[in-house]
């Protein structure tokens, strides 16, 4: 009971308080800063005249590799990986890329969003396999 009326008492939780809002709202601050800087990044990188590349691979077999099967909802979330897996931007050649089990089998322009968005889906060297098929997506920044 005496702590409640102790003046001290109260100072202290009101100093324990503001130390806690005030930690609070740094950990907001720091966390909005980085959203930003992101979002300055990419809008930067996208007024800087150049234009990332999506690549699409075919391989023979999957090896050891761990194998993602895609989707309709890959390609839904994905247009750009849909049109050249799938659509108006397939085009095989006979362009090995590393070794002879393995082709470009088209590409496209994407933006840095995009661009991201599969690099941070699908990663640098994870096989996607699609009827029956292996690709191996690869996404290039001017």
């Not at 005030?22 to 996208?46: H, K, N």
Request: hydrophobic share 40%; with cysteine; net charge negative.
């Amino acid at each position: 009971m005496e702590e409640d009326t102790n003046p001290k008492s109260r100072n202290r939780l009101k100093t324990a308080g503001f130390i806690v809002a005030c930690g609070l709202a740094g950990i907001v601050a720091v966390a909005l800063g980085f959203m930003l800087a992101d979002a300055l990044i990419i809008y930067a990188m996208e007024g800087s005249g150049g234009q990332p590349m999506l690549y699409v691979m075919e391989r023979a077999e999957p090896g050891e590799s761990m194998v993602v099967p895609l989707t309709e909802q890959d390609f839904e979330r994905h247009p750009a990986l849909d049109a050249v897996i799938r659509g108006e931007e397939r085009n095989p050649s006979a362009w090995e890329w590393g070794s002879p089990d393995q082709r470009v089998i088209g590409g496209t322009n994407v933006s840095y969003r995009e661009s991201r968005a599969l690099h941070d889906t699908y990663g640098q060297y994870q096989l996607l396999e699609y009827e029956g098929a292996y690709y191996v997506v690869l996404t290039t920044w001017p």
